[in-house]
């Protein structure tokens, strides 16, 4: 594990190519300085959810600063549910967003690059629910 940076963020979706797409699109507002890490689909390729995908990305994204996780759909919250309940690497914090997915991973992504800790990047993608497109 390295020094305590920023909060890494892992985004969940049922879509590999959602995941992966929107890792870039928030890695493109955050910067290096962010860990994102996608976690999209089931195994074997398959649209769904993958709990021990879903660990292996929260160890991933950690850097010492714990990792906000942000999720599509019904399962997605499943799986993460079942990734911190059965235990993370020591060391390794992590905590599950109730956040629009897209809206909620760019605020986090900018939140983390600017110095916020993990309760202020959890709390910025939460606020993305307020968010309004008119």
């Known amino acids: ?3 305590a ?3 890494g963020i892992v985004l969940v979706s049922h879509s590999a190519a959602i995941a992966e797409g929107l890792a870039l699109l928030a890695g493109e ?3 290096d300085s962010v860990r ?4 999209g689909g ?3 390729n398959t649209l769904g959810t993958d709990g021990g995908r ?4 929260i160890a991933s994204a950690d850097a010492g600063a714990g990792v906000v996780v942000l999720v599509d759909l ?10 911190l309940e059965d235990g993370l690497p020591d060391g ?3 905590v599950l967003a109730d956040a629009p997915l897209v809206e909620g991973a760019v605020a986090a992504a900018v939140t983390a690059s600017i110095g916020g800790d993990m309760d202020a990047v959890k709390a910025a993608a939460e606020e993305a629910w307020s968010v309004r497109k008119l």
């Open 1 to 3: 594990m390295q020094d």
């Open 5 to 7: 940076g920023s909060p």
């Open 29 to 31: 507002v955050a910067g």
């Open 36 to 39: 994102i890490i996608p976690a």
């Open 42 to 44: 089931g195994p074997e």
């Open 54 to 57: 879903v660990a292996e990305a």
């Open 74 to 83: 019904g399962s997605a919250v499943l799986s993460v549910r079942a990734a």
């Open 92 to 94: 390794v914090t992590a």
